[in-house]
């Protein structure tokens, strides 16, 4: 039987080894006419079919593949200012006051509530895209 570590990485994705501004400069170069969407895949390094999803509009400069955040930027900008606050006047928030925050933020945006709250999944993305901005003591 496989171990748990060879199940993992039989479904991984890889892990894209091109860089934004390097999509931007090829895409910059397409528009302009200089080259064509084959010469500045080769030239920069990028995928031909992501460079040319980009080109005909497919795909948005700067977007994410995958679902979109159950909260926005915003909300979770606000969230991060909340605990901060807290923290720094003696108060530090618990993991379960967090998600429950943030919980309570999506039922006021969303009408049709699918969870009674925010999981586990949420709470390990959120501390990763807020790693520089919060620590979790």
Known sequence: MPSRNHLDKIGRKKKKKWSEEAMERALIEVKSGRCTVRQAAKEFGVPKSSLGDRVSGRVTPGSRSGPA??????????LVDF????????????KQQVVSFASSIYKRRHRRVAFSKLGQTWWLNFRKRQEKNITIQ
Do not use: N, R, W
């Open 69 to 78: 955040q159950l909260i926005t930027s915003a909300d979770e900008k606000l």
């Open 83 to 94: 605990c901060l606050y807290m923290s720094k006047h003696g108060f530090p928030l618990t």
